[in-house]
């Protein structure tokens, strides 16, 4: 099969990756996990990078389906990355309100008091606008991004996150790239399957 990506003159954008930054992933990968997806970086230091795609629901499957122990809550589950994806992780706009929250930039956070999250469930103040569940992490040992990012694997987006809650997941890989420039349109514009165009 001929790499194409070649004559789509993929390359880096060279922004740094850094907490509170988007990987877009390039259109060629077919990963089950990465292919189109949008990576929200909740940690990146010389120790390496944790990350939760933002964009990959659970397709049929609602939260109460999947996990147990928990209050009803009317919500779709996503596809955090192939780490630890038999356990649960959440993004979320309410710091303070929940404790033990890690900032990722001013307004959004992941992590914190699972006890807390149950109780502002049953008070009926979450919803998907200030709260995403996913399974499982997207994670890189030291250096192992920085290879990847030279391999034209990703691109790294600076666009505003703080409302990346309120995008719908389906939207995200071509809105992301919208924000990189007309330099990246062709990939927008590439089919998901090029052997069906």
């Not at 949008?38 to 944790?50: P, R, T």
């Amino acid at each position: 099969m001929t790499d194409i990506s070649k004559y789509l003159k993929i390359k880096s954008n060279n922004i740094a990756p850094s907490r509170g930054k988007l990987l877009i992933s390039e259109p060629f990968l077919n990963d089950y996990y990465f292919k189109r997806s949008v990576i929200l970086l909740a940690e990146h230091n010389d120790e390496g990078s944790f990350g939760i795609i933002m964009n990959k629901p659970v397709v049929d499957l609602k939260f109460n389906e999947v996990i147990n122990n928990f209050p009803n809550f009317n919500t779709q589950l996503y596809l955090g990355g192939p780490v630890k994806n038999d356990s649960l992780f959440f993004v979320h706009t309410l710091g303070s309100k929940i404790s033990n929250s890690n900032e990722i930039i001013d307004g959004l956070y992941w992590g914190g008091d699972i006890n807390e999250v149950k109780e502002l469930i049953m008070m009926g103040y979450l919803n998907e606008n200030n709260i995403r569940f996913y399974v499982g992490y997207s994670g890189w040992e030291s250096k192992q991004l920085e290879e990847e990012l030279k391999k034209n694997s990703w691109l790294v987006s600076a666009m505003n996150v703080k409302n990346l809650l309120n995008t719908k997941p389906d939207n995200l890989w071509k809105a992301s790239l919208d924000t990189l420039g007309s330099e990246y349109e062709i990939w927008n514009n590439f089919p998901s399957n090029p052997e069906m165009n």
